[in-house]
């Protein structure tokens, strides 16, 4: 067994009030930019203020034995985890999706700062919890919940990963064009694009798919499945409408791009973060192999 104590590693984001300062900045001229819109400083502030103070008990609450460091939602692809880590989101759901895609076993622990705001149903724990619930996450026993994520693997290579879903399709407002293959069986698409989501994910934007398509595919968090859906598939001469949505248990699905240009392939809605997905590069989407290791509270 190790000697190292854990580390304790804080994940979170920029507040709006930095956001905003980083982007007019100076403090008045955020100011500014807010009273021509009807808002004031001073509610941006006391989130701020307000986050920074849940962050700093957060960070109280680590035993005095454990090493910390904290890391920013723009550096998580240059930031190197260890296997004795702690990660601890604090933040939004959204920031516990991001952090997914960089750990491996470590235990992930999201922390609401601010319940008034945030729904937290990934970042269910509270501040005041944080203290009594860190020693217990270095057992091989800990309660955690192991959601399964989704992975897309270009033929070169790339790889993405999502703790929600994946969405392959264009850039822009035109009709995504491509091949989909599971099992066997294939056709040709012109659609608005697909998106293969976990069990994480199939309470979001799939969610909402599939009601609309009536084609709901139950699907457990931890389980080793994901389900995919085709938004508005158009039938045509070579374009077919059959393969609409279905579950990735075994076979992986396969997507071939049909596009000259403006393909992509993006994970849990960061469109800046995308793969180019143009004429014939081939991505094949399965579960993935890690878990997220979520620490129940």
Known sequence: MSSIPPRAVFVIRETDLEQLIARHATRDQARFFLETRGQRIETVEQRHHQFHAALAAARASVPA??????????DLDRFLFAREDIVIAVGQDGLVANVAKYVAQQPVIGVNPAPDLYDGVLARVRVEQLARLLPGTTRPDAPVERRTMVQATLDDGEVLVALNEIFLGHRSHQSARYRIELAGDGEEHSSSGLIVAS???????????????????????????????????????????????????????????????????????????????????????????????????
């Open 199 to 297: 069990g994480t994910g199939a309470t979001g934007w799939a969610r909402s798919i599939a009601e609309a398509t009536n084609l709901p595919l139950p699907l457990g968090t931890d389980e080793r499945a994901a389900g995919y859906w085709v938004r508005e598939p158009f039938p045509s001469i070579v374009t077919a409408t059959r393969m609409r949505a279905g579950k990735l248990t075994g076979e992986p699905l396969i997507v071939t791009s049909r596009m000259n240009d403006g393909g992509v392939i993006f994970a849990d809605g960061i469109e800046q973060d995308f793969l180019g997905f143009d004429w014939g590069r081939r991505a094949t989407i399965a579960p993935a192999p890690n878990s997220l290791h979520l620490v129940i509270g």
């Open 65 to 74: 034995e454990w090493r910390q460091a904290l890391v920013r939602r723009a």
